[in-house]
Nanobody, 114 residues
Framework: VQLAESGGGSVLPGGSLRLSCAASGIFSSGRPMNWYRQAPGKEREWVATISETGSTNYADFVGGRFVVSRDNAKTTTDLLMNNLKPEDTGVYYC?????????WGQGTQVTVSS
């Protein structure tokens, strides 16, 4: 299983970014997909999960600003982030678990700064 994130960048506070994660590998489809982030000097934290059927869950700090989606045919998941704040700065990762083993992408940097 391989995961590859894209779409990070630098934005002003209040701006938006859409991150994408492409999964490949024989067992990569039909599983919940997760987004995490890691801010400088902090531990990695969970952001959102989308199940194989499309149900979603978000961390409290998201506050309705992010939307996670998936395209099962393409085994991709997107994270649309709106009204970004400086505290959203960090490296964003996607993760999928296969038979109890977690697979991570390399991460994509998001910087929110004026």
């Amino acid at each position: 299983v391989q995961l590859a994130e894209s779409g990070g960048g630098s934005v002003l506070p209040g701006g938006s970014l859409r991150l994408s994660c492409a999964a490949s590998g024989i067992f990569s489809s039909g599983r919940p997909m997760n987004w995490y982030r890691q801010a400088p000097g902090k531990e990695r934290e969970w952001v959102a999960t989308i199940s194989e059927t499309g149900s979603t869950n978000y961390a409290d700090f998201v506050g309705g600003r992010f939307v996670v989606s998936r395209d099962n045919a393409k085994t991709t998941t997107d994270l649309l982030m709106n009204n970004l704040k400086p505290e959203d700065t960090g490296v964003y990762y996607c993760k999928v678990a296969v038979f109890g083993i977690s697979y991570w992408g390399q991460g994509t940097q998001v910087t929110v700064s004026s």
